[in-house]
């Protein structure tokens, strides 16, 4: 550590997952000395307890659903059983696969020196990692989020998102508490794989987040899949193998899932130390240029308040180190951030997807998209947001892979295009982004037929005032 306590660095970076990782690499390039402090491995959680475990567990998963479901089309195939050490195998194996890119020696390949250890700001330039001190010009904090514990009695052996990857066996009975991202995509990906599933949703919708009909949708699948939900229900008390709810209702379980949301990694940082400010619920306040109260300190990632992604940590961490390097103040824009969950069918959301004042929005259902129909996935729809101007604010779109429709969606919403300019671009046939293709058609030539309309009537207005002007009257 010596030659990491010698020198001034011109940007530390606290915590090596998705947000730090971009920070540094982006430091790095623009010709800044960067010391990337980890604790415990970098790839954070996206890599090791989140994203690609999920996807991978939830591929495993739907494959198992997609051999259950290809009798439907006329495909039977017998004896399929699900190997709980290989899925985990193959959990293993991506992550594996994808892990050498965040690897310590690759990010010191790359120009930034990586140090093990956890930090605690001692004063402003100053921090502590471990036992060695070192001085700083500026700094990112990038330290994430922890899954919330909810204080239930009884409440004692659980798992959460960073410990779920370690069972050995599925588990015969798995109860799932909270049902957004993490709470969903876990229920089915074990429910189809072969765990009876019951999930606990506190709010009257799974995906709160979500349209009413999108989390519908979801809900009908999930419980398609075996699974059973509860919601509108509070957990009051857990005893070894039983979960009371609110209304009495007994849930028996092997295994609880906890999986209520995150709450920001910053209780040790000593952000007193440095005039940073947090908000109530411990996550760090950042201007849109992601710097913090205090000039020289930036965060990104799950430690603010921003939307809790892998993109948007990566996107707005390059913000950050580009801001703190060149003494720039580029803004994130947070009007066009899209989300997906992972389940069958997948839920994409960006930009506004509530019906709001001086907005309209057009919906095409799956039922009749051929895409859909060949698939036979017809559960799903294609909704656009438009404001007076016609241009596209937002959109949802419920389809297997919906994520990959949105990236579009996303970038019309960015440039600021209109329905008709959606329109007016080929998309290929059949396919999925068709949905969203059809409804700014359809928007479109709505606007077209009520301009028509306009037309014709302010003709007939016309042309009446003028034959009443020109016929003579009849005293
Ligand atoms: C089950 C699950 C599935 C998910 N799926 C998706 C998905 O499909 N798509 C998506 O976009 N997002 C997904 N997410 C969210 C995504 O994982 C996070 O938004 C993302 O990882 C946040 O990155 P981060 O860098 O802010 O934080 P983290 O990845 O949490 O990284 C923070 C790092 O800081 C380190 N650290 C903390 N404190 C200190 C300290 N004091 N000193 C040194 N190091 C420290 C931690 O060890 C950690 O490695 C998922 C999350 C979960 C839980
Ligand atoms: N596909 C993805 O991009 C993906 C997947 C997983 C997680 N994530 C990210 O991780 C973050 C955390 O995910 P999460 O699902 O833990 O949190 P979340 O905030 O998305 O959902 C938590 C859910 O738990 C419910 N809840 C809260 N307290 C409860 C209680 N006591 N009993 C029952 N239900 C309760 C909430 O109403 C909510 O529906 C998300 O914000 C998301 O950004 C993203």
């Given at each position: 550590?010596?030659n990491?306590?010698?020198?001034?660095?011109?940007?530390?970076?606290?915590?090596?997952?998705?947000?730090?990782?971009?920070?540094?690499?982006?430091?790095?390039?623009?010709?800044?000395?960067?010391?990337?402090?980890?604790?415990q491995?970098?790839?954070?959680?996206?890599?090791?307890?989140?994203?690609?475990?999920?996807?991978?567990?939830?591929?495993?998963?739907?494959?198992?659903?997609?051999?259950?479901?290809?009798?439907?089309?006329?495909?039977?195939?017998?004896?399929?059983?699900?190997?709980?050490?290989a899925?985990?195998?193959?959990?293993?194996?991506?992550?594996?696969?994808?892990?050498?890119?965040?690897?310590?020696?690759?990010?010191q390949?790359?120009g930034?020196?990586?140090?093990?250890?956890?930090?605690?700001?001692?004063?402003?330039?100053?921090?502590?990692i471990?036992g060695?001190?070192?001085?700083?010009?500026?700094?990112?904090?990038?330290?994430?989020?922890?899954?919330?514990?909810?204080?239930?009695?009884?409440?004692?052996?659980?798992?959460?998102?960073?410990?779920?990857?370690?069972?050995?066996?599925?588990?015969?009975?798995?109860?799932?508490?909270?049902?957004?991202?993490v709470?969903?995509?876990?229920?089915?990906?074990?429910?189809?794989?072969?765990?009876?599933?019951?999930?606990?949703?506190?709010?009257?919708?799974?995906?709160?987040?979500?349209?009413?009909?999108?989390?519908?949708?979801?809900?009908?699948?999930?419980?398609?899949?075996?699974?059973?939900?509860?919601?509108?229900?509070?957990?009051?008390?857990?005893?070894?193998?039983t979960?009371v709810?609110?209304?009495?209702?007994?849930?028996?379980?092997?295994?609880?899932?906890?999986?209520?949301?995150?709450?920001?990694?910053?209780?040790?940082?000593?952000?007193?130390?440095?005039?940073?400010?947090?908000?109530?619920?411990g996550r760090?306040?950042?201007?849109?240029?992601?710097?913090?109260?205090?000039?020289?300190?930036?965060?990104?990632?799950?430690?603010?308040?921003?939307?809790?992604?892998?993109?948007?940590?990566?996107?707005?961490?390059?913000?950050?180190?580009?801001?703190?390097?060149?003494?720039?103040?580029?803004?994130?824009?947070?009007?066009?951030?899209?989300?997906?969950?992972?389940?069958?069918?997948?839920?994409?959301?960006?930009?506004?997807?509530?019906?709001?004042?001086?907005?309209?929005?057009?919906?095409?259902?799956?039922?009749?998209?051929?895409?859909a129909?060949?698939?036979?996935?017809?559960?799903?729809?294609?909704r656009?947001?438009f404001?007076?101007?016609?241009?596209?604010?937002g959109?949802?779109?419920?389809?297997?892979?919906?994520?990959?429709t949105?990236?579009?969606?996303?970038?019309?919403?960015?440039?600021?295009?209109?329905?008709?300019?959606?329109?007016?671009?080929?998309?290929?046939y059949?396919?999925?982004?068709?949905?969203?293709?059809?409804?700014?058609?359809?928007?479109?030539?709505?606007?077209?037929?009520?301009?028509?309309?306009?037309?014709?009537?302010?003709g007939?207005?016309?042309?009446?005032?003028?034959?009443?002007?020109?016929?003579?009257?009849?005293?």
């Amino acid at each position: 550590m010596k030659n990491v306590e010698t020198k001034v660095w011109d940007l530390l970076v606290v915590g090596g997952g998705s947000a730090g990782i971009v920070a540094a690499k982006t430091a790095v390039k623009l010709g800044a000395s960067v010391l990337l402090a980890e604790q415990q491995r970098p790839g954070g959680d996206c890599l090791w307890t989140g994203c690609v475990p999920s996807k991978s567990l939830l591929a495993a998963a739907h494959h198992r659903a997609g051999i259950r479901k290809s009798a439907a089309l006329g495909v039977h195939a017998q004896g399929v059983t699900v190997d709980f050490a290989a899925v985990r195998q193959h959990v293993n194996t991506a992550i594996r696969t994808i892990e050498p890119v965040d690897a310590p020696e690759t990010l010191q390949a790359g120009g930034i020196h990586v140090v093990k250890g956890t930090v605690t700001f001692i004063g402003d330039g100053k921090a502590a990692i471990g036992g060695d001190r070192v001085a700083y010009r500026q700094a990112v904090i990038a330290t994430g989020a922890s899954p919330i514990v909810p204080r239930i009695p009884g409440l004692r052996d659980f798992l959460t998102s960073e410990t779920i990857w370690g069972l050995t066996e599925l588990p015969p009975r798995l109860l799932v508490l909270g049902g957004g991202s993490v709470g969903c995509e876990l229920s089915q990906a074990f429910a189809r794989l072969g765990s009876s599933v019951t999930l606990v949703e506190a709010t009257d919708q799974i995906l709160p987040a979500e349209s009413p009909d999108a989390a519908a949708i979801i809900a009908d699948s999930l419980r398609q899949d075996g699974v059973n939900i509860l919601t509108g229900r509070a957990l009051t008390e857990v005893t070894e193998h039983t979960a009371v709810l609110a209304d009495r209702t007994r849930v028996e379980f092997d295994q609880l899932l906890i999986a209520v949301g995150r709450r920001a990694r910053t209780a040790k940082l000593g952000l007193e130390h440095l005039g940073v400010a947090a908000d109530e619920q411990g996550r760090i306040v950042v201007d849109r240029s992601m710097r913090t109260s205090n000039p020289r300190i930036w965060a990104a990632g799950d430690v603010t308040p921003l939307p809790q992604f892998t993109h948007t940590a990566g996107a707005f961490a390059s913000i950050a180190a580009s801001n703190a390097i060149l003494g720039l103040r580029r803004k994130a824009t947070t009007s066009a951030i899209p989300r997906v969950t992972f389940t069958a069918p997948e839920v994409a959301s960006v930009g506004h997807t509530r019906a709001a004042h001086g907005t309209r929005q057009q919906t095409i259902t799956h039922d009749h998209l051929d895409r859909a129909v060949t698939d036979d996935e017809r559960r799903g729809f294609s909704r656009l947001h438009f404001d007076r101007k016609g241009r596209i604010v937002g959109a949802t779109v419920v389809s297997p892979r919906a994520g990959e429709t949105i990236g579009e969606l996303t970038l019309a919403i960015r440039l600021g295009l209109r329905g008709r300019d959606l329109a007016g671009t080929i998309h290929p046939y059949p396919t999925f982004s068709d949905g969203a293709w059809n409804a700014a058609i359809a928007d479109t030539r709505d606007q077209l037929d009520a301009r028509s309309a306009r037309r014709v009537i302010r003709g007939l207005a016309r042309a009446r005032s003028m034959w009443l002007r020109l016929r003579p009257r009849r005293h």
